[in-house]
């Protein structure tokens, strides 16, 4: 089993900046992909940016150029650079991680969430 927790939600100012952090903890084999999601209220999760193993990073439309997403070490893998923060990108942040199983097949697991609040 892998735990996950994230960090470095706040609240910030429009045009701000935050990272945010998702420590690991657990047995973590093989990471086959790593992601970030958000929820806003009212809303469904949806993808911001992934970033497989070995392949390239893919981001939603809407914090292409803003974000960027970055992996670590095993301990922390998956980071979330946030720049240019607009009030639109506030919401709860959540960190999943694709594991690869020994003998086959896939483990998704998610962090708690962090909450990202964009106001001024």
């Known amino acids: 089993q892998v735990q996950l927790v994230e960090s470095g939600g706040g609240l910030v100012q429009p045009g701000g900046s935050l990272r945010l952090s998702c420590s690991a903890s657990?047995?973590?084999?093989?990471?086959?992909?790593m992601s970030w999601y958000r929820q806003a209220p009212g809303k469904q999760r949806e993808l911001v940016a992934a970033?497989?193993?070995?392949?390239?990073?893919n981001y939603a439309d809407s914090v292409k150029g803003r974000f960027t997403i970055s992996r670590g070490n095993v301990k922390n893998p998956v980071y979330l650079q946030m720049n240019s923060l607009k009030p639109e990108d506030t919401a709860v942040y959540y960190c999943?991680?694709?594991?690869?199983?020994?003998?086959?097949?896939?483990?998704?697991?998610w962090g708690q969430g962090t909450q990202v609040t964009v106001s001024s």
């Open positions: 999943k991680m694709v594991t690869r199983r020994v003998l086959g097949g896939l483990d998704e697991y």
């Open positions: 657990g047995s973590v084999l093989s990471i086959y992909n």
């Open positions: 970033i497989p193993n070995g392949g390239s990073t």
